[in-house]
């Protein structure tokens, strides 16, 4: 299971989706949703927000943490969480948001 934690200064996302009999490791497509929407928002802050961040991305690990955000990196964090509790919703079981 995707375990995600959001608070004021910092993204945290963990696991990985339950995979089926035939599906090999990285071919998941929750945990590639969910790894595609977190890079892009990584990207994003940085580059978009201008926003300075420090992130951490291994592979089942990611953590994004700021001591400030702007209104254009709210934004992106808003947009980021739309697409989670989207993925979250249309595939039960694999995402946690605590």
């Known amino acids: 299971m995707v375990k995600i934690h959001l608070d004021l200064h910092h993204i945290t996302v963990q696991g990985h989706a339950p995979r089926t009999d035939n599906e090999a490791p990285g071919q998941n497509i929750v ?8 890079l892009t928002l990584i990207e994003g802050l940085g580059a978009i927000a201008d926003m300075k961040i420090k992130a951490t991305d291994n592979p089942g690990d990611v953590r994004i943490e700021w001591e400030e955000v702007n209104d254009l990196g709210k934004a992106l964090i808003d947009t980021w969480y739309i697409g989670i509790t989207r993925i979250r919703d249309s595939y039960d079981n694999t995402i946690l948001i605590i």
């Open 31 to 38: 945990c590639a949703a969910v790894s595609a929407l977190t």
